[in-house]
């Protein structure tokens, strides 16, 4: 049993004071750098759009952040702009420990399709490459922290589980957009998939 710890987008955009705030998103930092020094393989993901970006509602006339779209993939929430590649809010908090991530996984690239898992985006088969290169190390056992629970650690975890990876999802260290009932119906999704909640 090989364990790597995957910190979800801990990023300015994310935090409050950022684009796409998620309440208290930044009281998680200090847990997730102490709970980085039990782990040998850390992960960081990075939300890292190009700008006019099809998940932004400003790239749709008529739509308002938070509004509903039907993509070619399908149902899509269209966001206010964020984590824009190279800009301030993209960057990862800056207490975040960073020094001791094998690989920081970046989504979200591909102006047409938005890419909540760190794994495939969200046409559900477009694979990022972090699958090959946990496997390629020998990962078998996953623990997911960070933001925001509801929509990429839920998408990342799911995404794991079917992967064959058993997932842990740390919800003390993680926090929540919370959209329309999105954190109960994650967190239903999760427990369903075999995911551990602790
Ligand atoms: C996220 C919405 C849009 C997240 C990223 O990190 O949960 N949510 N992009
Ligand atoms: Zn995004």
Redesign the pocket.
């Known amino acids: 049993m090989t364990h790597a710890l995957i910190v979800i987008d801990v990023q300015n955009d994310f935090c409050p004071g950022g684009a796409l705030a998620v309440p208290q998103g930044d009281e998680i930092v200090p847990g997730i750098n102490t709970l980085m020094k039990a782990f040998d393989h850390v992960i960081l993901t990075q939300?890292w759009?190009p700008a006019g970006h099809s998940?932004f509602a400003s790239s749709h006339p008529e739509k308002s952040p938070f509004d509903m779209t039907e993509m070619p993939y399908g149902p899509q929430v269209l966001?206010p702009d964020?984590?824009i590649q190279g800009s301030h809010g993209a960057a990862f908090h800056p207490d975040l420990e960073t020094d001791r991530a094998a690989l920081i996984q970046r989504k979200?690239m591909n102006p047409a399709i938005?890419s909540y898992s760190a794994f495939f985006e969200n046409d559900h088969t477009t694979p990022t490459g972090l699958d090959g290169a946990l496997q390629s190390v020998g990962i078998t056992d996953l623990t997911l922290v960070g933001l925001a629970t509801d929509f990429c650690v839920a998408y990342s975890a799911l995404d794991a589980a079917k992967l064959g990876f058993k997932v842990t999802v740390r919800s003390d260290l993680c926090r929540a957009i919370d959209l329309n009932g999105s954190l109960a119906e994650a967190r239903d999704n999760m427990a369903a998939a075999g995911i551990d909640l602790s």
């Open positions: 939300d759009h998940s966001w964020h984590c979200g938005d």
